[in-house]
């Protein structure tokens, strides 16, 4: 067990994290900018001395953290060794399930269509924009079916009558987001790629980049929140090539950061048509052997998956909603961590005053509430050089 610094009570006295080593979900609450990335920041790089770091970057935040820019005086950490992943598309192929497709935002009544005509990869050779063409060319009137099973009956693809007109508008629109999202591309080498997301790659390998980079830092590049159910997709996609992958490292498990983690693991019913739910869902309560360890940071814990919420094991909290299942979790009757906890915080923007409480769940109750110490720099480049 190693102990990290988190701040220091009000008494001056340091507050320690305890890093196990073995399977924990730390959850990480506060409101908007309360100081959440920062303290995730300060945390992460002191575990990534000892075990992997993998991150979800919503926005790009954490590409920095290679660098020593939010602790101050007394303590510089940063990973040297985090490597950055951004810019990435996947290509149609990778998406081989029902529920990608739902959780990119189409209905579960048209994803099923999507699946059949994905099937024919030698009429669209796994380029969005040719996949988008067929979808155009679909008949929506009977006397247009026959010229469309005449131009396509050559590559094995039949339909038995026209297609709804407001089906076929949908998924054609539907389409043509997503391809405008650049979530999806054309094969690299080819002309299309080369045309319209030359600097995209194509990762054809997600696990094997835990083999490859020490720490790994995966940007999503989430600008608008149309993108929220692209980025599910993504990360459900990422998460799901990397399982095989954790099966076999053995005390290198990492530990996965997910940023704004109540867009990735929303509080939804239908966890198996949102992937990056169903899946963080299962590296919390079912992949426990592996050995990883989840870090979920959240505003609010009440837009957050529930089952998740139970999962956590240790808890750092600052100024947020109430959550009857945050209570019931943490052993609490009904709302009292509120009241006991939560409403002692202070926080002060102005003289940077930013308390957390840490808490244990199974402890009994027992918290302890800290400052961080540090002022952080806005700069990103000022400590660049300090070690
Ligand atoms: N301990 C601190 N000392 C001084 N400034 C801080 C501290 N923690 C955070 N800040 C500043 O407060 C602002 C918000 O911090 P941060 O981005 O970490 O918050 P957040 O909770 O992650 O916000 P969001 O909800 O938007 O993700 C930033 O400008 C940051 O520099
Ligand atoms: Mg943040």
Redesign the pocket.
């Known amino acids: 067990m190693r102990w990290i610094k988190l701040g220091s009570d009000r008494f001056g006295k340091p507050v320690y994290f305890p890093e196990t080593h073995s399977y924990n979900v730390i959850m990480v609450l506060?409101?908007?900018?309360?100081?959440?990335?920062?303290?995730?920041k300060n945390l992460y790089t002191q575990i990534s001395k000892h075990r992997p770091v993998v991150i979800f970057d919503y926005q790009g935040?954490h590409s920095e953290s290679r660098y020593g820019n939010?602790l101050s005086r007394d303590q510089i950490a940063f990973i040297p060794d985090l490597h950055t992943i951004s810019n990435f598309g996947f290509y149609l192929s990778d998406f081989d399930q029902m529920q990608d497709w739902i959780s990119m935002g189409f209905s579960a009544k048209n994803a099923p269509l999507i699946m059949t005509f994905l099937k024919f990869d030698n009429i669209h050779h796994n380029n969005p924009l040719e996949f988008l063409e067929l979808l155009v060319d679909l008949p929506t009137r009977d006397d247009e079916v026959d010229s469309f099973n005449k131009r396509y009956a050559e590559f094995g693809l039949f339909l038995h009558g026209r297609i709804h007109d407001s089906t076929k508008q949908s998924v054609v629109s539907m389409m043509n987001i997503v391809w405008q999202s650049g979530l999806l591309i054309p094969p690299v080498g080819s002309k299309d790629h080369a045309t319209h997301f030359p600097s995209k790659i194509h990762v054809d390998d997600w696990g094997a980049l835990l083999e490859t980079y020490p720490h790994l830092n995966i940007n999503l590049n989430i600008v608008t929140s149309n993108s929220i159910p692209l980025a599910r997709a993504s990360v459900g996609k990422i998460l799901d090539r990397f399982l095989p992958y954790l099966k076999d490292l053995r005390g290198k498990a990492p530990l996965f950061v997910v940023?704004?983690a109540d867009f990735i693991c929303p509080n939804a019913m239908d966890a198996e048509n949102i992937t990056s739910l169903y899946q963080l869902r299962n590296y919390v309560l079912k992949h426990q052997r592996t050995g990883i360890e989840m870090m979920f940071?959240s505003?609010d814990p009440n837009l957050m998956d529930q089952f998740t919420l139970m999962g956590a094991t240790i808890w750092i909290m600052?100024q947020h909603m109430k959550s009857s299942v945050t209570a019931s979790t943490l052993n609490e009757s009904d709302m009292d961590y509120h009241k006991d906890i939560i409403h002692q915080l202070k926080f002060d923007?102005y003289s940077?005053k930013?308390q957390f409480a840490l808490m244990l769940s199974g402890n009994g109750g027992h918290y302890e509430i800290f400052e961080?110490d540090?002022?952080?720099t806005?700069d990103p480049l000022k400590h660049r050089f300090r070690k």
């Open positions: 506060a409101r908007a900018r309360y100081g959440k990335t920062i303290l995730v935040e939010w940023e704004e940071v505003q600052g923007r940077n930013r961080v540090d002022t952080c806005r």
